[in-house]
């Protein structure tokens, strides 16, 4: 294959990505040019219904956006395995393991067929690196998000503490 071949078919491959990506709220504060670029980062992942996507304890520093389906959140303790969660379209899930790199506080398994794309925290540098703006931009929106987490979780931990 010819490399003008090779290009028309990544570049075609990417704005799949974009379009898929772009259909998300998570994107929704991005442009289009933005979300292609983030695309040429990710790695897009098919994960069938039982499908572990990630195991509690592992250490991986990503991020992983689901595009399509959902995914149930997983602790255990004391032997015995909780949800604690149900993630669907467009939330995201390792924003702490992407920044600091310790193991996944719990797993996630596939509650029906989903599609998920992860950007590495190598992938976030390379973003950073090539297109410093729109770095700033994706850390602005993880520090949004953990912000989001850690005021429902401190809600919560406020009731349980009322009880």
Same mark, same amino acid.
């Given at each position: /294959?010819?490399? !003008?071949? +090779?290009?028309?078919?990544?570049? +075609?491959?990417? $704005?799949?990505?974009?379009?898929?990506? +772009?259909?998300?709220?998570?994107? =929704?504060? @991005?442009?289009?040019? &933005?979300?292609?670029?983030?695309?040429?980062?990710?790695?897009? $992942?098919?994960?069938?219904?039982?499908?572990?996507?990630?195991?509690?304890?592992?250490?991986?520093?990503?991020?992983?956006?689901?595009?399509?389906? !959902?995914?149930?959140? *997983?602790?255990?303790?004391?032997?015995?395995?909780?949800?604690? =969660?149900?993630?669907?379209?467009?939330?995201?899930?390792?924003? /702490?393991?992407?920044?600091?790199?310790?193991?996944?506080?719990?797993?996630?398994? !596939?509650? +029906? &067929?989903?599609?998920? @794309? @992860? *950007?590495?925290?190598?992938?976030?540098?390379?973003? =950073? =690196?090539?297109?410093?703006?729109?770095?700033?931009?994706?850390?602005?929106?993880?520090?949004?998000?953990?912000?989001?987490?850690?005021?429902?979780?401190?809600?919560?931990?406020?009731?349980?503490?009322?009880?």
């Amino acid at each position: /294959m010819s490399s !003008a071949a +090779e290009k028309k078919l990544a570049y +075609e491959k990417y $704005v799949k990505y974009a379009q898929i990506l +772009e259909k998300t709220k998570w994107a =929704a504060e @991005f442009t289009w040019e &933005d979300i292609r670029n983030i695309c040429h980062y990710i790695r897009p $992942v098919r994960a069938k219904k039982g499908a572990v996507v990630f195991k509690e304890g592992e250490r991986e520093e990503s991020l992983g956006i689901i595009v399509k389906g !959902a995914i149930d959140i *997983l602790k255990e303790s004391d032997g015995e395995i909780k949800k604690i =969660a149900c993630l669907k379209d467009s939330q995201t899930f390792g924003e /702490m393991a992407l920044l600091d790199g310790e193991p996944r506080s719990a797993s996630g398994v !596939a509650c +029906e &067929d989903s599609i998920i @794309f @992860f *950007l590495s925290k190598d992938g976030l540098l390379e973003i =950073a =690196a090539d297109h410093p703006k729109l770095g700033f931009q994706i850390l602005w929106k993880i520090s949004k998000l953990i912000s989001q987490h850690l005021r429902k979780t401190t809600g919560r931990l406020v009731d349980y503490m009322e009880r």
